[in-house]
């Protein structure tokens, strides 16, 4: 007699601002052994690409829609108004839900403030977290913040709670001295719920975003200078990643459910390239966050392990992006039919290459958009044209004369323009523009949403 395996929980782990460079089993310095343990114990993309900034990529990470299409291509600024996918969107979390899955979010959010934009809006049955971005630790450290706060009644920033249709609350205020500890508290929560979701008879879903390495930054006090090894608050920082990382692993192996639970590591971002926060590797790549579209700017780490489904200790150059990981994660619990089919699904599944079925992810470009809206690069196989690009936060973004093109695996610094080092490599528009206009023929049949638009629907 045999029984019908039960559909497996999935742990999708997002770290921030973290580049391709800085974990061990990317290169890097800082000892990351449960990070390294995960990538050998699954599939490990060396080619994996994310969006221009925080709320893109988790916008794409949770719709697989490219950010361009429902108007979530770039970070909002304070008092911009209302942003983040509108409530049409259908999330991972709806599909989740749906195929009949606890959902829960811990840690930073940035895909919308206000009521019918938040987590337990979006598919998620409960929240804790931060509404938007880190940044806002910060604020009431600023004496003028406080007096205009005061003056306006401003709230200041909080931490907050809820349950779908409870709406939320602020669970404590979100300030620097909660900073430091925020990764933790974040791990406590998704440590409790996989522990009280494997004594349920149903499957579950964490989405647990971190918030290091995101200024303004500071040193859990466990991991502050407690090395000599480690001789920055960069590498302790990446110490404590590790760390929590390993204590999310930990407490699936005590519930019971390593065996039949999807994890997903990654970063949403490049390496921040910042003063404020010293260190960061891009790896080989050229440039980091604020040098879109080159690689160290889009390029991140990326893991995923199924045990006994996925097979372990594969490392690969096959590319992947953010946005495939809605149709992949549905086809790997069965439930492809509830990928949208009323809407531009960008996402492709790579289901079958993770289970070894297939050579290929079925991943052929990726059309990198800025946080202007606008196109800025197409990269197909290892060659990547690009039409703009920026070189630092406090710089234009610039159109060269002709676009720039980059063999990546000859030259992963892209150095060498090949347009003007041999001009007999114009070939190499044509499939990149290919790729272009058929974008630009399904944004005709599917206007992009505005920023913050009231959107219903096709």
Not at 66 to 75: C, E, N
Not at 189 to 204: G, N
């Amino acid at each position: 007699m045999t029984t019908e395996r039960r559909a497996p929980n999935i742990v999708f782990m997002l770290v921030d601002n973290t580049g391709w460079g800085d974990f061990g089993v990317y290169g890097g310095h800082t000892a990351t052994p449960n990070i390294d343990g995960l990538a050998g114990s699954g599939v490990r993309f060396n080619n994996y690409t994310v969006e221009s900034q925080c709320t893109p990529t988790r916008s794409a990470i949770l719709t697989g829609r490219q950010p361009i299409r429902m108007g979530t291509f770039t970070v909002p600024l304070p008092g911009q108004g209302e942003y983040g996918m509108s409530p049409w969107e259908y999330t991972l979390a709806n599909l989740l839900s749906d195929s009949g899955y606890a959902t829960a979010a811990f840690g930073k959010w940035h895909l919308g403030e206000v009521e019918g934009r938040l987590p337990i809006d979006q598919g998620f049955d409960e929240w804790w977290g931060i509404k938007n971005t880190t940044d806002e630790a910060a604020y009431s450290s600023y004496a003028l913040y406080r007096a205009v706060a005061e003056e306006t009644g401003i709230e200041a920033p909080k931490v907050w709670t809820g349950r779908r249709g409870e709406g939320v609350t602020a669970d404590r205020d979100f300030d620097m001295s909660v900073r430091p500890l925020m990764d933790e508290m974040i791990t406590e929560r998704a440590c409790d719920y996989i522990e009280r979701q494997s004594e349920a008879d149903e499957p579950f879903f964490a989405y647990v975003a971190f918030t290091h390495v995101h200024p303004p930054e500071a040193a859990h006090p466990d991991f502050d200078q407690t090395s000599p090894d480690r001789n920055g608050m960069y590498a302790d920082i990446v110490a404590e990643m590790d760390h929590r990382v390993g204590q999310i692993l930990d407490s699936l192996e005590s519930a019971g459910v390593t065996d039949n639970t999807i994890v997903v590591f990654s970063s949403d971002n490049g390496t921040g390239g910042i003063s404020a926060v010293p260190g960061g590797s891009s790896g080989p790549w050229r440039g980091n966050f604020f040098t879109p579209p080159f690689e160290g700017s889009m390029r991140v780490p990326a893991i995923i392990r199924w045990p006994d489904r996925i097979p372990a200790g594969r490392v690969t150059q096959e590319m992947l992006a953010a946005y495939d990981w809605l149709p992949t994660l549905a086809a790997m619990i069965g439930r492809s039919d509830l990928v949208p089919t009323d809407r531009p699904i960008d996402g492709i599944d790579a289901s079958g290459f993770l289970f070894g079925d297939e050579e290929n992810t079925g991943r052929k470009v990726v059309l990198f958009h800025g946080p202007d809206g606008e196109l800025m690069s197409a990269k197909w196989r290892g060659i990547k044209v690009v039409f703009r690009y920026a070189e630092g936060i406090d710089q234009p973004i610039v159109t060269p004369q002709l676009p720039l093109v980059y063999d990546l695996e000859s030259d992963p610094g892209e150095q060498t323009n090949l347009l003007s080092a041999k001009l007999d490599m114009g070939w190499m528009f044509a499939p990149a523009l290919h790729h272009v206009s058929e974008f630009a023929r399904s944004v005709e049949q599917y206007p992009n949403i505005e920023p913050g638009a009231d959107f219903h629907g096709y």
